[in-house]
């Protein structure tokens, strides 16, 4: 049944009032549940707050970012919505990592266009449950508020090395740490372009990162590639190897890559790429760029 123009107008008015009251109360950026409360202040029954919430997203006065997440669009918010509180609104837990720490901490002068943060969870997209991925880099994105929020899956055991930042007056977010951020470089360097690329990225930020930290939490992270890289790296770096004895001495049976993404020409001799194995780190020097 269609409304006549005064229950238009008057729905409208409802709908206004009730995203004041969100806004005032949690910012621009809220949760059904959320709604929730507000509505049973304002007096309206569940199946009202849904038709107000239906009418504001047709008006553009909200956007459904996914089912029960909602962040505002209309002028009655005035203020910058950070891409981080979206972030967060989409998945839970997570944190902010990767290129997008990178760039809060300094690390880097680059201004990432996408947003990139880790969780546990597994991720499945709005556009990969109609088969139809965004996925322009290999990875599926995320598209809420006309960005692209790229979600890092990590294992539940790995997941840790984060801070919370205001990103508003309701909200704050997690952020990985500098530390956490520099080991992310390389365990994950596919993601910044390679493992020279990282290396880059490192050196630059390595007087902001807390080397003992750094060191502890390339062993927390207890995997042997990882770990004898970051030693290797960090030597290159001017690191002393009294630092990074922990790093040395974990255990690990065969040599491993310095560039794992060069496996099939390492293990050809007539390549161009160096060969040369450092019995001291167990890397496999496949790189002529060091």
């Not at 294992?155 to 508003?168: E, T």
């Not at 596919?190 to 080397?211: K, T």
């Not at 770096?237 to 491993?256: C, F, H, K, Q």
């Amino acid at each position: 049944m269609l409304m006549n123009q005064p229950d238009v107008l008057y729905s409208q008015t409802q709908g206004i009032k009730l995203l004041e009251a969100a806004i005032q109360a949690f910012g621009p950026v809220f949760s059904l549940e959320q709604l929730k409360q507000i509505a049973s202040d304002q007096g309206l029954s569940i199946s009202h707050l849904r038709v107000l919430i239906s009418s504001l997203a047709a008006a553009g006065w909200i956007e459904i970012i996914k089912r029960g997440r909602y962040v505002v669009k209309s002028p009655i918010f005035t203020g910058e919505i950070l891409p981080f509180a979206i972030a967060a609104a989409l998945i839970q837990p997570m944190a902010i990592s990767h290129w997008s720490a990178c760039s809060q901490h300094g690390f880097t002068t680059q201004n990432p266009t996408m947003i990139q943060a880790s969780t546990p969870k597994n991720i499945v997209t709005p556009e990969m449950r109609t088969g139809k991925a965004n996925s322009p880099r290999g990875r599926a994105i995320w598209l809420a508020n006309n960005l692209q929020f790229e979600f890092i899956h990590v294992q539940r055991q790995r997941f840790w090395g984060f801070n919370k930042i205001w990103v508003n007056s309701w909200q704050q977010v997690n952020v990985t740490d500098p530390e956490r951020t520099a080991l992310d470089l390389i365990a994950r360097p596919d993601i910044f372009g390679g493992i020279s690329a990282a290396f880059e990225i490192l050196e630059s930020a390595l007087n902001q990162i807390n080397l003992t930290t750094l060191i502890e939490y390339t062993i927390r992270y207890d995997m042997g590639s990882i770990i004898k890289r970051m030693g290797w790296i960090l030597e290159k770096l001017g690191v002393d190897r009294d630092a990074l004895e922990p790093l040395r001495a974990y255990p690990v049976s065969n040599y491993i890559l310095l560039d794992s993404t060069l496996q099939s020409q390492s293990i050809r001799p007539k390549q161009a790429i160096s060969l040369n194995k450092n019995n001291y780190w167990k890397i496999i020097e496949n790189l002529k760029d060091f």
